[in-house]
């Protein structure tokens, strides 16, 4: 793979939309195509040049636009750091929110760009309710304004959708307009062990009626995936005593009323602790203890690129049979590989995740298209939040029918007309021009 011609906006210019528009004119006028590229921590290869693309890095349009308090709406350039915002927005007594563990590269304009899900979607929604407007340079050079700041507005189509999570294959996300919830500072976060899969989704169903309003994360990672962190990071140690439990779960509140929100939680997990719902737990003790229980979760995805190569499924199945998948592999492959599984329990995202010593035709074979397969006969999605890429566009038809993806294929056309942008990306390469 040959690595693409890197173009930069210029730094405290502030007529970088300007530049990414010229940009986008000349490549377009000369068919030259393109590849935009955010922090770059995309997981499907969308952001990487496939052949000679120019690379057009957002790095540089990270300025914070305003801020209004009353209304919570932040509006910035698309190159903004995720963190840098989650920082500038505590300062306001604000969050962002998305949260990721990739939020000290990953920008906001990647982050709508792939629709980006991460820890809390279950609390706040998914960035096509939360992003109210956004500004886009088109592959022609034109810039589209739909930087709204309002929350309702019914003018006709709300266009802006069709570029989150299009991966930059549509245009170029240079502003965005954003609701951002207020900080509040009662946060709990328990990190718990269960003896079975369905004791995992039981107690789903329990947080979610008992705990309500104040639930904020509910994640699970399997023992294997525990022990990848336990033995490839350093300094994260399991805070349970060292017995054999099947499944952990990570569950944070956030609420406003501290000796409430303790009292509600602690009583969950007792009545948990009763039904047998839970074997063993850990409710942190103070903002440090909170951190450790997020790394163990955060840190999943460094441990297995540190353990060797991976193969990586990011999937939304029906939260009954997601496991299924895992045993199921485990069972294919044999001793083969690490089969490991974890993820957005509380959203039906399951991460399945396969690691090997190194990379192998034959193991390849044995995962695809049985995973693919397995995930559309569940009615799943092949791809929960990771978006398609380069990596998984030709898999598309295991989660959309034809005649959608010939109905994206015209889009992008009417759009795109030259496909400049980001070809190879998203749409099969049977329809990709
Ligand atoms: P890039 O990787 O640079 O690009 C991603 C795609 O967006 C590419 O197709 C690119 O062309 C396009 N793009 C980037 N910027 C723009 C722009 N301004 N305009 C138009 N197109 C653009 N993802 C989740 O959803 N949830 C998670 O919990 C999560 N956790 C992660 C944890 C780790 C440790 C890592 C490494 C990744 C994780 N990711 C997660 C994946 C990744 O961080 C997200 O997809 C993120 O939104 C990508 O943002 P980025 O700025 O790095 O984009
Ligand atoms: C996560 O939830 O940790 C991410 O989506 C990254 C990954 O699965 O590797
Ligand atoms: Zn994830």
Redesign the pocket.
């Known amino acids: 793979m040959k690595s693409g011609w890197r173009l930069q906006t210029q730094t405290g210019c502030t007529n970088t939309k300007a530049q990414v528009s010229q940009i986008l004119k000349y490549c377009n006028s000369r068919c030259l195509a393109v ?10 290869g ?2 990487v040049p496939v052949f000679d693309e120019v690379i057009v890095n ?1 790095s540089l ?1 990270n300025n914070i636009i305003s801020f209004d308090k009353v209304s919570g709406i932040l509006v910035c350039e ?2 903004c750091i ?1 963190e840098n915002l989650i920082t500038f927005l505590d300062n306001q007594g604000f969050i962002m929110p998305l949260d ?3 939020k000290g ?15 809390r979607l279950v609390r706040y929604g998914s960035l096509h309710g939360n992003v109210l407007g956004l500004e ?1 340079v088109l592959a022609d050079g034109n810039v589209i304004d739909m930087l709204g700041t309002l929350r309702k507005d019914n003018t006709g189509y709300d266009l802006k959708h069709l ?1 989150i999570g ?4 549509l ?4 502003k965005v307009s954003i609701l951002t919830p207020p900080k509040l500072f009662s946060v709990n976060v328990a990190f718990l062990a269960c003896s079975d899969y369905f004791s995992c989704q039981k107690l789903l169903m329990e947080a979610k009626r008992k705990l309500g309003e104040i639930l904020s994360a509910f994640e699970f990672l399997d023992s294997k995936s525990l022990d990848l962190v336990l033995n490839h990071l350093d300094g994260v140690r399991n805070p349970l005593p060292p017995t054999l439990h099947k499944f952990y779960i990570l569950i944070e509140t956030t609420g406003s009323d501290e000796p409430y929100d303790r009292q509600k939680l602690e009583g969950f997990l007792l009545h948990a602790m009763e039904a047998g719902l839970i074997s063993d737990g850990a409710l942190a003790q103070d903002i440090n203890q909170a951190s450790s229980f997020w790394r163990i979760r ?1 840190g999943i ?2 441990a297995l690129m540190k353990a060797g190569a991976v193969y990586k499924y ?1 999937l939304s199945l029906p939260v009954e049979k997601m496991y299924d998948l895992v045993e199921e592999m485990r069972t294919r492959l044999s001793d083969s590989a690490n089969v490991v599984g974890y993820g ?1 329990l509380g959203d039906g995202n399951l991460h399945l995740n396969i690691s090997t010593a190194q990379y192998d035709d034959g193991i390849l074979t044995q995962i695809e298209p049985f995973v693919y397969e397995w995930t559309s006969k569940h009615r799943g999605s092949i791809s929960a ?3 398609l ?1 380069l990596m998984k566009a030709n898999e598309i038809f295991y989660s959309k029918p034809t005649a959608t993806v010939s109905l994206m294929a015209s889009i992008k056309k009417m759009l795109d007309p030259k496909g400049i942008l ?1 070809p190879y ?2 749409l099969p390469h049977s329809l990709s021009s």
């Open positions: 590849v935009p590229q955010g922090g770059n921590t995309g997981l499907v969308g952001s957002m349009m698309g190159g995720l990721l563990g990739a590269s990953c920008q906001i304009g990647g982050n709508v760009s792939t629709n980006a899900g991460g820890l886009v570029f299009s991966e930059g294959s245009g170029i996300v240079s955060e995805p460094e990011d957005h939040e990771h978006g890429g980001n990306k998203v």
